[in-house]
């Protein structure tokens, strides 16, 4: 049987599985399968594949990440957060609206999850949203909206993902994540202020409250710091930063802020491990069926189609890898979407002459759009959960929000020289750069 056809069952049984409600890695598995059973591919190599996804040591930073995100909201240590991102812009038009991008972007910072982020931003500031006339719609619209911060700004278990499959620079797309990140954020920030409810405005703290929210949260606020810090300065990879992080938080935070809660942080563990099994199937399961999909050329078919409508403009094959991977995160999640696609994003990004980490930074950035829109819309649909509303009123309020996120996308795409300039300036090595000849400064390509 010929390898398109093939291609096309495979992709036919993952979709068919998916939408009678089977879970995303044995829906994949499924199209994997049939492909072996139809093509000259062993099974046994089959699951050789599924092994060899799991088996990367820069996976290993993802539980401890989701771990600092699980002690960080356990611990209820994340009200002081969310005291000192009130007293920060509680005043401002859209008043708790405003408060909810301002805690993402604090707590992205410490837990790199969109699903983390959602859990814990619902628990702590959907009650008092609604309590203060918020539509449940909207609460549920902007939370999840915010949430996929944590997919852009370091640490980004994305960027994490990415960076470990498509052999790029992690701390090279944690730098490049930042300016997207605020991007969303601000952009959030001013849709609520001109066209979101303008909710219940608190009083302008003064100075001295500022000072001690900011003093009050100054031990939690440190972690994005250490994570960074080690980071940039080469005193320990990314996955070593997440032990870090951990420790930091069992050795330091919870002992000064909550001593109560030690005797729980085997529980934090344990629950730690079972959500991180989640996207570790997954991965698996990716990881074949995107083998089988290269092996079959699939990757190389899509490749010769795009590069023959874009030849080889950059800006143009990123637009078509958006629009592709907007389709495709519809209905797949960002993890394996990465590793099934990477063989054909390593090919377009060789063929436009795009820099790794500039490609990287744009799909994900389109991969966490996706975790908003319909029909899968993750975040969006795991937020409507926790505020009781249904997944269609939730999809409604969001849809003007997307502006913001299409904006951010196109500047990213077209202003490459912004998005890079952090990461050149700090770890010029990520995004190619090179000594100088003469040992002073780098020369980096345009």
Not at 62 to 87: D, H, K, Q
Not at 123 to 150: C, K, N, Q
Not at 306 to 323: F, K, R
Request: with cysteine.
């Amino acid at each position: 049987m010929s390898a398109p056809v093939v291609l096309a069952l495979m992709s036919f049984c993952f979709l068919f599985f998916g939408y009678l409600g089977v879970p995303v890695p044995f829906s994949l598995m499924a199209g994997v399968f049939v492909g072996a059973v139809l093509s000259d591919v062993s099974l046994a190599a089959i699951i050789q594949k599924i092994f060899d996804g799991v088996d990367s040591e820069a996976l290993l930073a993802i539980p401890f990440f989701l771990l600092v995100g699980e002690l960080m909201s356990s611990a209820n240590v994340v009200v002081r957060i969310a005291n000192l991102s009130v007293s920060l812009v509680g005043h401002i038009r859209g008043g708790l609206s405003q408060v909810v991008v301002v805690f993402s972007m604090f707590f992205s910072e410490m837990s790199g999850s969109t699903t983390a982020d959602v859990a814990v931003m619902s628990r702590a500031l959907g009650g008092p949203m609604r309590r203060e006339g918020y539509e449940p719609a909207f609460i549920a619209a902007i939370i999840a909206s915010a949430s996929t911060i944590a997919a852009l700004v370091p640490p980004s278990i994305t960027a994490v993902v990415y960076g470990a499959v498509g052999n790029v620079s992690i701390a090279g797309l944690f730098m490049a994540g930042v300016v997207p990140g605020l991007m969303i954020g601000f952009g959030l920030m001013i849709y609520c202020y001109f066209f979101g409810p303008s909710g219940l405005r608190k009083p302008r703290a003064p100075l001295r409250q500022v000072a001690f929210a900011a003093g009050d949260a100054a031990l939690p606020m440190m972690i994005p710091v250490i994570l960074l810090g080690g980071i940039l300065t080469g005193w320990f990879t990314p996955t070593e930063a997440g032990v870090v992080a951990v420790a930091y938080i069992i050795v330091v935070v919870i002992p000064a802020l909550n001593r109560g809660h030690l005797k729980k942080i085997p529980y934090d563990f344990c629950l730690a491990g079972l959500i991180f099994s989640l996207p570790l199937i997954t991965i698996g399961a990716a990881n074949a069926f995107g083998w089988m999909l290269a092996y079959l050329r699939g990757a190389i078919y899509i490749a010769d189609w795009i590069t023959s409508i874009a030849g080889n403009d950059p800006h143009l094959i990123m637009l078509l890898m958006v629009l592709l991977f907007t389709v495709v995160g519809d209905f797949i999640e960002p993890v394996p979407t990465i590793i099934i696609f990477m063989p054909l994003v390593n090919a377009l990004t060789q063929a436009g002459d795009i820099n790794g980490v500039h490609m990287g930074v744009v799909l994900i950035a389109t991969l966490a759009f996706g975790l908003i829109t319909p029909p899968y819309g993750l975040v969006l649909l795991m937020a409507s959960k926790f505020v009781g509303i249904s997944f269609a009123k939730a999809l409604r309020a969001a849809l003007p929000i997307y502006v913001v996120f299409l904006v951010t996308i196109c500047f990213t795409i077209y202003f490459p020289k912004v998005v890079l300039w952090l990461p050149k300036q700090v770890i010029p090595e990520s995004v190619g750069c090179f000594k100088a000849p003469g040992g002073t400064g780098y020369i980096c390509p345009n």
